[in-house]
């Protein structure tokens, strides 16, 4: 069991920055790739961005690809997504997931834990 703890979110204006933490505990966090997915209410979870567990490579979303970072500490058990340029559209809440297969997947569904999600709030 893998237990996660999304933190950062708020409210910001349009093309600020923000930072979001997810701390992990439980298992060994360097076992899991790491992924960040946002939800509005009503639509479908979407990924954002994922890295591996050795952190050597990371993917993003085509939305948010040159805006968005991924990254981890694996000494803190922690992965971050650098948010900069926010845009209205980044509304959503964010949730911080993780998963032990091979190869990162932008499936929901695909992923083994959960976080309870931050709300991310940007504003015009």
């Known amino acids: 069991q893998v237990q996660l703890v999304e933190s950062g979110g708020g409210l910001v204006q349009a093309g600020g920055s923000l930072r979001l933490s997810c701390a992990a505990s439980?298992?060994?966090?360097?076992?899991?790739?790491m992924g960040w997915f946002r939800q509005a209410p009503g639509k479908e979870r979407e990924f954002v961005a994922g890295i591996t567990w050795i952190g050597s490579t990371t993917y993003s979303s085509d939305s948010v690809k040159g805006r968005f970072t991924i990254s981890r500490d694996n000494a803190k058990n922690t992965v971050y997504l650098e948010m900069n340029s926010l845009k209205p559209e980044d509304t959503d809440v964010y949730y911080c997931?993780?998963?032990?297969?091979?190869?990162?997947?932008?499936?929901?569904?695909?992923?083994?834990?959960w976080g309870q999600g931050t709300q991310v709030t940007v504003s015009t």
């Open positions: 439980g298992q060994t966090f360097t076992r899991y790739n």
């Open positions: 997931a993780a998963d032990r297969r091979v190869v990162v997947t932008p499936r929901p569904n695909s992923w083994d834990y």
